[in-house]
C-alpha cells in the first residue's frame, strides 16, 4: 500500500481497524475471573455466547442507531385526542429485544444462587455497547425489591417481570407476557429531597388516586411505575400502571422529553397526574422506607454499569494503542502511553473486583446477616466512587485515541456523554456520602465489623485506612468530611477486593491510591511490577 498523498489508501494508512467484533467476555480477564469466582460456568450460563453476541458488528450499529435517531413524543393524535405516546427506533426495540431475552430486567428474581452475578455481567457488557435502554431495564428489576412490600402485587407483575417475551407496543400490562417498570420520584421543587413531595394521592374504591406532577421520570413508556405521593398517611409508595383495570389509559400526561446530555435513546418526561389509578405499595407513610428498596438495587446497577463503561474506554484506547504507531514505533510500546493506560488498567480492574464483591454480597444477604451488612455500607460507598470516577478516567481514553476520540464517527463522544448519568441517577456523591454517614449511625456495630473485615484483608495499609474513616466518622465534623470518608471507604473495600484476587494489584492499589498523596491526572504514578502485569490483561487474544 502506497503512503504517498492521494487517494484512500494514503487516507487509511496508519489507523486502528474499527473494534468490533470483539468479544466482550473473552477478552475481559477481570470479568471471567469474577464470575469463574463466583462459580459461575461461562458456557453453561451463556455469558460467553453473550459476551460475542454484544460486541459484534451488527449490535454495536444498533447502539450507533438508536442514539443517533433518538425517541419523539407525540402528545395528541392526528384527530386531536391524546395519544401521550413515545416512538422508538426500530433499533431501540432490538436492543431491548436482545436484553430482555438474557434476563437483564429480572433475572436477579429468579432462582439460583449466583442469578445476580450472572445478571451483572450481562449488564457490564450490554452497557459497554448502549447504555440508555439499560434504564428501564434497570428499573424493572430493581422494581421487585419494592414490591415485596405488598404480596398481591408481588403475585400479580413477577411472572410479568420474570417473561423474557419483550413487547414495545403501548397496550394494558396485563395484554402482554412481559412487562417493565419505571419510577417517579423527583419532583421540580423538592429534587433530592423526597419528602418534600407535593403530589398526593387520595383513596378511592379500592384504590388511589394521584394528581400532581414529576419533574423527571425515565422510561415514561414503561408498563407502569413506582410512585411517591403524599396520602393521607403520609409519604407512600404507589405503583400507577400505564392503562387502568377497564383497559383505558391511565391519567399520566407526558408534558416534553428531556434534551439530555447523553442517554439520548433512553426517553426520560416530564409527567403530570391527573387522578390516575394507583394501588399503594406498603403502608402509608413508608414511601421512603419501601422504595429504598428499590433504589438499592438500582445503585448497584449504576456500580456494575460504570465499570463496564470505563472497561469499553479502556478496551477501546488499548485497541487504538496497540495499532497506531507514532514516532516509528507503536503507541503500545512507548513508556509514556503505556504508564498512562496502565494506570486505567489498574483502576479498571479494582472496579472490577469491587462492583462483583458488592454483587455477591447481595446474593447471600438473606441468609449472612454479614453480607447483608456489607451491601447495605458498601453499596453508596462503591457508587461514589466508580460512578464519579468514570468521567475523568473516560476522557483520559478518549484522549487515547487523539483527535479521533473526539469525533462521532467513534463510540467515544457518545461513551464520554454517558459517563456523568451514574453518578447523578439514584443519588449524587454528596448523597452517598451522607448515607454512608447514617448507615454507620444507625448500626455501628454491623458497620464497625465491616470496616474491621476489610482491614484485616488488606495488612498495614487497611488498618491504617480503617483508622481513618472512623476517626473521621466520629467526628465533629464529619458531614463536612463525608466524601473523605466515602472514597477511603471504597478504596478499602476496593483494596480487600483485590487481596482475594491478585496480590500484585492488590501491592500497586494500597500504594498509589492510598497510601501516598492523591494525585489528578492519569498515569502519573509509578506501578512498578503492576504494569507490565496489567497490560498483559488489558485485552486477552
Request: aromatic share 6%; glycine share 8%.
Amino acid at each position: 500500500m502506497s503512503r504517498v498523498a492521494g487517494g484512500f489508501e494514503a487516507a487509511s494508512f496508519n489507523q486502528s481497524p474499527r473494534f468490533e467484533d470483539i468479544d466482550l467476555f473473552g477478552a475481559d480477564v477481570a470479568l471471567r475471573e469474577a464470575v469463574l469466582r463466583a462459580g459461575v460456568d461461562p458456557d453453561c450460563s451463556g455469558l460467553a455466547a453473550f459476551g460475542k453476541d454484544f460486541g459484534s458488528a451488527g449490535t454495536i450499529e444498533l447502539g450507533r442507531l438508536a442514539n443517533e435517531n433518538p425517541p419523539r413524543l407525540r402528545i395528541v393524535e392526528p384527530d386531536g385526542g391524546r395519544a401521550d405516546r413515545i416512538e422508538f427506533h426500530p433499533a431501540y426495540h432490538a436492543l431491548m429485544q436482545k436484553s430482555m431475552a438474557a434476563g437483564l430486567h429480572g433475572s436477579a428474581s429468579e432462582a439460583g444462587a449466583t442469578r445476580v452475578t450472572e445478571r451483572a455481567a450481562r449488564l457490564y457488557m450490554a452497557t459497554q455497547i448502549e447504555a440508555g435502554h439499560i434504564c428501564p431495564l434497570t428499573m424493572t428489576n430493581a422494581a421487585a425489591a419494592a414490591l415485596s412490600a405488598s404480596s398481591s402485587l408481588l403475585s400479580a407483575w413477577l411472572p410479568h417481570i420474570l417473561s423474557r417475551d419483550y413487547d414495545g407496543a403501548m397496550k394494558p400490562w396485563f395484554e402482554k407476557k412481559a412487562a417493565t417498570i419505571g419510577m417517579g420520584m423527583t419532583e421540580r421543587q423538592s429534587g433530592t429531597d423526597v419528602r418534600a413531595t407535593i403530589t398526593g394521592a387520595k383513596a378511592c374504591n379500592g384504590h388511589y388516586e394521584i394528581s400532581g406532577h414529576k419533574w423527571f421520570m425515565s422510561a415514561p413508556m414503561s408498563d407502569a411505575f413506582l410512585v411517591l405521593a403524599q396520602a393521607p398517611g403520609g409519604l407512600t409508595c404507589f405503583l400507577a400502571p400505564r392503562f387502568r383495570p377497564d383497559g383505558a389509559v391511565n391519567g399520566l400526561r407526558l408534558q416534553r422529553l428531556k434534551d439530555k446530555l447523553g442517554n439520548r435513546s433512553n426517553a426520560s418526561a416530564e409527567v403530570e397526574f391527573i387522578g390516575a389509578y394507583a394501588e399503594r405499595v406498603g403502608e402509608e407513610g413508608a414511601g421512603v422506607r419501601t422504595i429504598i428498596n428499590m433504589v438499592q438495587w438500582t445503585r448497584l446497577d449504576c456500580t456494575v454499569a460504570a465499570a463496564g463503561q470505563m472497561r469499553f474506554g479502556l478496551a477501546q484506547a488499548g485497541h487504538h494503542a496497540r495499532h497506531r504507531t507514532v514516532f516509528q514505533r507503536r503507541l503500545m510500546d512507548q513508556p509514556a502511553m503505556r504508564a498512562v493506560l496502565a494506570d486505567l488498567a489498574l483502576e479498571s480492574e479494582a472496579n472490577v473486583v469491587l462492583a462483583f464483591r458488592l454483587a455477591g454480597a447481595y446474593e447471600r444477604a438473606a441468609a449472612h446477616p454479614a453480607e447483608a451488612a456489607y451491601a447495605r455500607l458498601m453499596t453508596p460507598a462503591a457508587k461514589y466512587l466508580v460512578t464519579k470516577s468514570a468521567p475523568s478516567f473516560i476522557y483520559e481514553t478518549l484522549e487515547c485515541l487523539g483527535g479521533n476520540g473526539y469525533v462521532e464517527d467513534f463510540p467515544m463522544a457518545r461513551l464520554y456523554r454517558e459517563a456523568p448519568l451514574n453518578a447523578i441517577w439514584e443519588g449524587s456523591g454528596s448523597v452517598m456520602a451522607l448515607d454512608i454517614l447514617r448507615a454507620m449511625r444507625k448500626d455501628r456495630e454491623a458497620t464497625a465489623g465491616v470496616i474491621d473485615a476489610l482491614a484485616a484483608a488488606c495488612g498495614a495499609p487497611g488498618k491504617t485506612a480503617a483508622a481513618a474513616i472512623k476517626q473521621l466518622a466520629a467526628s465533629a465534623e464529619a458531614e463536612s468530611r463525608a466524601r473523605m470518608i466515602a472514597e477511603r471507604l471504597a478504596r478499602l473495600g476496593a483494596l480487600a477486593a483485590l487481596h482475594e484476587t491478585n496480590g500484585v494489584f492488590a501491592e500497586a492499589y494500597a500504594a498509589t491510591r492510598l497510601a501516598r498523596e492523591p494525585r489528578s491526572t492519569w498515569g502519573a504514578c509509578d506501578l512498578g511490577a503492576a504494569e507490565g502485569a496489567a497490560l498483559s490483561r488489558l485485552l486477552a487474544e
